[in-house]
């Protein structure tokens, strides 16, 4: 089975603070994702990233940053926390060849943020 | 990407077959329908996707019409797990991102 694995199901910081959340998948997958999901406005990219040390900006990049070492990691850093960025982030992983690239997701991360 | 339509809500009996169906009449040539599921606090989980032909897995069916302009998603003997959020999204192979829309709530009943 895929696994995506999510540091944290759960976190709370303050505003201001730099928030690491980290994700890992043992599927050898070369995409990687990070969306957010909010009630009403969906699921929203924010980064992705195609191989070790790629990135590309998504949807909604504003306040955030990534980082691609290894393949099987794939970090998502909020610099300076703020309250709008209090969400469920979910991380998502997939192969890069056509006909396989269905995603897999990890159980999420509530955020909030006071 | 084409957009979906897919009713708000639907109950569904125990042990009874699920069918769900999308509206995607906007779909070109190149889009697959992909259909997930979300669980309540639980990350969206991928069921199955197909282009023009039926598909099944371990999970469910997927029935395309021929006119490639609606589906149907299928689960034979739905269970009280089945409960959740179903999506289904079209898209194109080479698309990065996945794009939600409201869905389907489906609740099984014991």
């Known amino acids: 089975d895929v696994k995506v694995t999510q540091s944290s199901r759960y976190l709370v910081k303050r505003t201001g603070e730099k928030v690491f959340l980290e994700c890992v998948q043992d599927?050898?997958?070369?995409?990687m994702f990070w969306y957010r999901q909010d009630p009403g406005l969906g699921l929203r990219l924010i980064y992705f990233?195609?191989?070790?040390?790629?990135?590309e900006k998504g949807d909604i990049p504003e306040g955030y940053s990534v980082s691609r070492e290894k393949k099987e990691r794939f970090s998502l850093i909020l610099e300076s926390a703020s309250t709008n960025q209090t969400s469920m982030y979910l991380c998502?992983?997939?192969?890069?060849?056509?006909?396989?690239?269905?995603?897999?997701f990890g159980p999420g991360t509530r955020l909030t943020v006071l | 990407d084409a957009k979906t339509t897919q009713p708000p809500s639907m109950d569904c009996a125990e042990g009874r077959a699920a069918n769900l169906p999308c509206n995607h009449s906007?779909?070109?040539?190149?889009?697959?329908v992909y259909w997930y599921r979300q669980i309540h606090s639980q990350g969206p989980q991928y069921i199955i996707h197909?282009?023009?032909n039926n598909e099944t897995n371990e999970m469910a069916s997927l029935i395309i019409t021929e006119d490639r302009k609606s589906s149907t998603l299928i689960l034979p003997h739905a269970t009280l797990r089945d409960t959740a959020v179903y999506y289904c999204?079209?898209?194109?192979?080479?698309?990065?991102?996945?794009?939600f829309g409201q869905g389907t709530r489906l609740t099984i009943n014991p």
């Open positions: 998502a992983s997939s192969f890069a060849q056509r006909g396989r690239n269905e995603q897999f």
């Open positions: 599927m050898d997958h070369e995409n």
């Open positions: 990233s195609y191989d070790v040390k790629m990135k």
């Open positions: 906007t779909i070109s040539g190149n889009e697959y």
């Open positions: 197909g282009l023009k």
């Open positions: 999204i079209v898209r194109t192979q080479g698309a990065q991102k996945l794009v």
